[in-house]
């Protein structure tokens, strides 16, 4: 299914990157066809705003893990995807699933690495905003964005 481009990941660019609104990413959940699923479990840092937002709609828990690949510039700086935070999930039946989100899967390393950390009796389905998962909220952007929760790269941050 194509989406057409919003106005509002057109119009807006920080340090160069589309700036993709807020209402932009909560209509694309109000709309998506989730499959089933018992928990959210969302990839920190980048997957936790879309997780929690898709938590809320779908009425599901949230948990998350930390896991790290890369850094604010998208760049590698770890050898492979490395969990800074234990992997800790409220009791769930076996046959749950789980919706592991995260914002952007480039080479599924990161997913991958949570997906293989989980136990085999968990059915797990990925869900990224853009790249590469088993469902992708915005299929339509294929360049880097800024999501509404990261600050603008070279702007000023007021304090307070």
Known sequence: MNHPVPESIAKGTTALKPLVDLSTVSEAIRSYPFPQADLILGIASGGTFPAILIAHQLGLPFRSVQVNYRNELNQPHRQAPEFLSALQLPVISPSSTILLVDDVSVSGKTLGKVKAALPDYY?????VLKGKADHVLLP?????VTWPWH???????HEG
Request: glycine share 0%; proline share 18%.
């Open 123 to 127: 059915k797990v389905i990925t869900l």
């Open 140 to 144: 339509h952007l294929n360049t880097c």
């Open 151 to 157: 600050p603008p790269i070279n702007t000023p941050q």
